[in-house]
């Protein structure tokens, strides 16, 4: 497997750890009645609004740890620039991402315009968000490997 | 996907350059590791410029390097 190969793998599995466990911490912190709650939405506020710097601070962490672990098992250093095979890759996983995040949106919307309750809304979009990031992700692991 | 349209002789030419490996290959080249091997297995046709300067390396014209295969 390839440095960018492991770097890739890596980012899945923290993505999914860090959205898992951040989730259940969430979820069992949340005042009774807020998740469902049809005219309170701070619970959904707060929940993006700390997701986004926790998983930030979380995955620049890994990343060290990495880096420091696969320096010591395998002498390699990762390259110190991206070329255009990187680069082309890293575009079409987010093309991928994109298109993802974007049906996740409209789907969320439709909470909004029929008797579904609201929070379903916040509930599609941040899985949705959450699931663009990992397609792109494990795109991007599909394109190292296959070629584009 | 520029798979099996362009071949190329690199993994040849390297071992006919002093058995050249992928790495010094990639830093004359200016590009990754990940990328030559990307290329030596046809799974990345690469862009004009880097196949210029991959030719070059080699002291070869590009049709020495690449071939494309029309397949119509």
Redesign the interface.
Known sequence: M???EKKIFVSIISSLLIFTLYTFYAIQNAEEGSITSDTDFRFWGSFLLVLLPVSIVAKVIIHIVFVIINKMATNEDG?S?E????KIIELKADRISLYVFFFGFILSMVPLVTDLPTYLTFLLLIFFGFLSDLLGRIAQFYF?R??? | MGKDAISNHIRNLRFQHNEMTQQQLADKAGVTRQTIVAIEKGNYSPSLELAFRIARVFGKSIEEVFQYEDKQ
């Open positions: 390839s440095y960018q390259p620039f070329d255009e095979f990187d190292y296959k070629g584009v």
